[in-house]
């Protein structure tokens, strides 16, 4: 009798403790979320798959889902974190980065986690978090620890796995406004051609090979023996899909607001670009930056061609109109959502007068806006001071021009235009105005004729990162690459370091 008195109780533990897994098993909740993580150097964004069992962490569990990411998967890098429920246009489909996570949550560890995340106190929440990471185990076997996945390398767009699990590039959305003619052509980097057409909407895929290095278009080079683009070395289209106007607005705004609202980036290419140019130049752009919402090209009818200048400079005031409707619509497309604009070259002459007309129209449709980018820009300095300056200068939005003193090809557009002076040329005549942040670029190097260097200098990158990821002034910037220089006759302006 004694013998049996201690089975009798261990087959009541037994069933007690089988009772307690059946309860915690049955009280288990799945989730399925997007989750990004993102500071200055990074943009992280993957698919969280988390089992919780124990306490109801609903009301958080997006937060708490994004915290856990940053922690197991992303090392802490992350400075802001944000989750949403899984949506494959914001984190991807199957081949995307997959994160598998199970978790137990007592109901101290349900009160503390609220609390935490109540507080939005960093340092409360991530010691709430290491303790519940304390007890978690991986469901699954983690993915593979190379750079792109764990943060040490930008992760903007979907990555593309091969059959190991290591990335062989990322797909970035480019959404396009364009008022080029279609061409019979159905791929996408013949899909327009240089002709004037009426406006047309829809999305293109650009790809980025793993091994892409910051500031460079990767293409193929005979010299290398290559002689077709391959998206495993190459920046790459890979697909183009035609929308509607309102499917065009609606893709926009779920990029821009989801996971931290990160807002619109808009691109319009120079003279001398064909649309594949400035969409492969557009997804260059986003991935470099590390933007995590949605990238937009306004792409006019430039030919493509060298020789043919004055017939680009027909179809940049032609576009005018079109531009400043573009404008408009995504200015009411994500209400609450900022908007960033990177003009280039002859670009800016489309731009800066369709936001000029934007603003005669309605004065307030300039509040979504937040930066402007003059880069390189072919317009006459002189109508600039008198004319534009004044329109768009003060008027909401921080407004940087940059500047170089070696850009050959604004020196030939200066000759062409009897010897008028280019707002993006520097020097003794370098533009300077209250409400124009001016940066002098001469001190960069690039390619020879000295005009991409917006795109091409991972200097210039650098600093774009901080006025469009950071919206940083430039004596903020001061102590990274810039330095002021402060000239009796001209103002202040800046110019970056020699190297």
Known sequence: MPIERPACIRRVLLALLIVAAWSTAASATEFDFCVRGTSLEETQTGRLHMTVAGGDVAAFAPRLAA??????????????????PYDPDLCG???APQLQLAIVVTAETQRELAAAIESDDRGRIRAAVERVLGRASSEAAPPPRHKELLGTGPAVGEAVLDASGKVRYHVVPVYYATNRQATKDAAPDGHYGGERGSLSF??????????????????????????????????????LNELSVDGWRGE????AKALGNPGILVFVHGYNSTFADAALRAGQLAFDLKFGGST?????????????YTVDEQAAEWSVPDMTAVLASLAAAAPGASIYVIA?????RVFTRGFKALLEKDPA??????????????VDADVFRREIGPAILGKGPRVTLYASSNDKALAASRGVHGGYRRLGESGKDIVVLDGLDTIDASTVRTEFLGHSYFGDSDTVMSDLIYVIRRSLPPEQRERFALQRVKDVAIGLYWRFKPP
């Open 296 to 308: 937009v090209l306004f792409s006019w009818p430039s030919r493509g061609s060298t020789i043919e």
């Open 344 to 348: 280039h070259s002859m670009g800016n």
């Open 67 to 84: 915290e856990l990411a940053n922690q197991r998967y992303w090392a802490g890098r992350a400075e802001e974190v944000f989750g949403a």
């Open 93 to 95: 489909e199957a081949v």
């Open 252 to 255: 926009i705004a779920k990029r």
């Open 365 to 378: 449709q300039s509040i979504p806006f937040k930066q402007l980018v003059l880069a390189a820009p072919d």
């Open 202 to 239: 829809g999305v293109v895929k650009v790809a980025l090979p793993r091994t892409h290095e910051v500031g460079q278009i990767e293409a193929p080079s005979v010299w290398r023996l290559e002689f077709s683009a391959d998206p495993d070395k190459h920046v790459t289209l890979q697909s």
